[in-house]
């Protein structure tokens, strides 16, 4: 989730056309193997993704180096992307729904504290759906997944603007965080996480539940997703080798999630220092990554 305030100085990294530059990374194939369908697709040598290679612009724009963050707006980033480049979408962007609960004072999300939020938070408007969804299924590759991370009152909006963008809704998931929050009619325990479909593809999973239960994240970045939950739909949604895209990383927790389940990810945030904090998760990600399916 993006958390600048709207002085925030955009970066000019731009990403495009798929393209992978691979360097000095056959020392690492027995460890991270790649599934066949990402070698054919993209061009890839049968190895994994966790040496030096690039999402590179087929001008002379600069190439974004695989599983990072740039800092730039996320349809601005989206519209840079070569269209059906893009395996899986899950994304929690800064909704708008959280000015209504700052002014009730059902958060402290929006307030100045190291333990919540602070000055940099920057909402999403909701009027920016339409070109959001619009760019998300234009990259989506078909027969792909995309999760959005919201509350209830932004899945009333975010649903049907999605559905005329062409995405065909599943239903919502929960994630349960196991201890309730702030609020008065009925204390918050729950997010949804909006389950959308471009064509047609089966889960890797048909035994998990519609209900993921982890705790939040204590202490952490404003908003921050634990990479547990993210890692439930990496996994259950892409195959090794494939690219997750996240426009609001935030800091970095499904990149890190994809990266530590053998994916590819590019990211992008309008923070600075959310960008900052997401490429030291995703190196030290990187270097650790071989985890198990």
Request: with cysteine; proline share 5%.
């Amino acid at each position: 989730m993006s958390h600048c305030g709207p002085a925030a100085r955009l970066a000019h990294g731009l990403i495009g056309r798929a393209v992978i530059v691979v360097e000095s990374v056959s020392d690492r194939a027995d460890r991270h193997p790649v599934d066949p369908r990402a070698t054919a697709r993209f061009g890839l040598p049968r190895f994994g993704l966790q040496g030096a290679f690039s999402y590179a612009l087929p001008s002379s724009k600069p190439a974004q180096p695989m599983n990072t963050v740039v800092q730039q707006d996320a349809v601005t980033w989206l519209r840079s992307l070569d269209t059906g480049s893009v395996d899986l979408i899950v994304t929690d962007p800064a909704y708008e729904s959280l000015e209504k609960h700052r002014a009730r004072g059902t958060t402290t999300r929006l307030k100045h504290s190291k333990s919540s939020s602070n000055d940099w938070f920057q909402i999403f408007p909701n009027t920016r759906f339409p070109e959001f969804f619009e760019e998300a299924y234009r990259v989506l590759a078909k027969d792909r997944h995309f999760y959005l991370f919201c509350d209830q009152e932004t899945m009333f909006v975010a649903k049907p603007l999605a559905e005329a963008a062409g995405f065909r809704f599943w239903k919502p998931l929960v994630w349960d965080k196991q201890r309730i929050g702030m609020g008065y009619h009925y204390r918050s325990r729950y997010e949804f996480i909006l389950f959308f479909e471009k064509g047609k593809r089966r889960l890797n999973d048909l035994g998990v539940a519609d209900i993921i239960q982890h705790p939040r994240v204590h202490k952490g970045y404003p908003a921050e997703k634990p990479v547990a939950v993210s890692s439930v739909l990496v996994k259950q949604s892409s195959e090794r080798g494939e690219l997750v895209i996240d426009p609001f990383a935030g800091s970095g927790s499904v990149g890190v999630a994809a990266v530590e389940q053998g994916r590819g990810f590019l990211g992008t945030d309008i923070c600075e220092q959310a960008v900052t904090i997401a490429n030291t998760r995703l190196a030290a990600a990187a270097g650790g990554a071989g985890a198990t399916e």
